[in-house]
């Protein structure tokens, strides 16, 4: 059985049956064909992903090399093609265009998109990512964007974690997120509620992600104001208890990166296949044992 469905009629499913599904970014171009497999392996499903800095700053080439891979690999029963954080703002404070790149994109064929206008002010945020849900539209693409500022991708040392948790510093606002939803026709939410990114600079891009928790209540209040399939970005790092119990509290997209990049750069250099496999075998294990998602390729084939 073939899912012919969208990006967004998945999502939703997922949402629905308090499951998630797993993203994966790739900030290697080797390391897309072992996650296929290992989402075929398990009958499960997932969205392949990359996000500009992993274009910028890594070697997955850009949207086009990403997207030629993915034609190359892919499985329709248990990817699609997601362009992760397009930021307005980059990490580094720069200004982007992002609309040339997420045109591009819709244009190649991505399923869904998000631009990050975390770093803007409020009003800025919901002009941006408006436009981006208009062009979205046109190509029948989902629309992913933040509210609240998921930390961690910026240099420097990392945020003081336990200060920034009981402040709840950056956490998504519900209030502002029901406005957001209603005022941007975004399709996914991406939520800060004690998420953070993995440490991406040169220096720090091997070192051990910080232990991070989730404020559940926080979350489904979020949920409450939105009514929306809502993101949990830095997925890597939290107790997989804490990531399961998030999914039946309104998460239903859960971004993993760190997890499988780091196991993947260890290995590279001495034996390519060897880190491919260490790909595989993360994946395997996280579908299976953390986010205890095996079989939900058949699930979110299945209308109800
Ligand atoms: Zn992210």
């Not at 499951?19 to 009958?43: C, H, K, S, W």
């Not at 030629?68 to 980059?90: A, F, M, N, Q």
């Not at 009514?227 to 830095?234: K, T």
């Amino acid at each position: 059985m073939q899912i012919a469905c969208s990006a967004a009629e998945l999502i939703r499913r997922a949402w629905e049956r308090g499951i998630a599904v797993p993203g994966f970014n790739i900030p290697y171009l080797p390391m897309m064909e072992p996650v296929v497999r290992a989402l075929r392996d398990t009958d499960s499903f997932g969205l392949i992903m990359v996000a500009r800095l992993e274009w910028t700053k890594f070697q997955a080439g850009g949207p086009e090399a990403v997207a030629e891979e993915y034609r190359r690999v892919s499985d329709p029963r248990h990817t699609r093609l997601h362009l992760d954080h397009v930021p307005v703002i980059d990490e580094d404070g720069r200004r982007v265009d992002y609309v040339r790149i997420i045109s591009a994109a819709l244009e190649l064929g991505y399923d869904s998109v998000m631009v990050d206008g975390s770093r803007l002010p409020l009003e800025e945020n919901i002009a941006a990512t408006r436009r981006v849900a208009e062009m979205a539209g046109s190509f029948g693409a989902a629309v992913e964007a933040e509210l609240g500022a998921v930390l961690g991708h910026e240099a420097g040392p990392p945020p003081p974690y336990e200060e920034l948790f009981a402040s709840r510093r950056g956490f998504t606002d519900p209030a502002e997120a029901r406005r957001f939803v209603a005022e941007t026709g975004v399709d996914w939410l991406s939520v800060a509620i004690g998420n953070v990114h993995g440490a991406i600079s040169a220096a720090r891009r091997g070192t051990q992600k910080i232990r991070a928790r989730l404020d559940l209540e926080h979350l489904r209040a979020i949920r409450e104001a939105t009514g929306l399939p809502l993101v949990l970005h830095g997925g890597t790092g939290i107790p997989s208890e804490l990531v399961r119990r998030s999914f039946a509290a309104g998460i239903a997209k859960v971004n993993v990166a760190t997890a499988i990049r780091q196991p993947y750069e260890a290995l590279v250099e001495s034996s390519p296949q060897a880190a491919c496999e260490a790909v595989y075998s993360t994946i395997v294990e996280l579908v299976r044992n953390e986010l205890c998602v095996e079989g939900s390729a058949r699930l979110l084939a299945e209308r109800r």
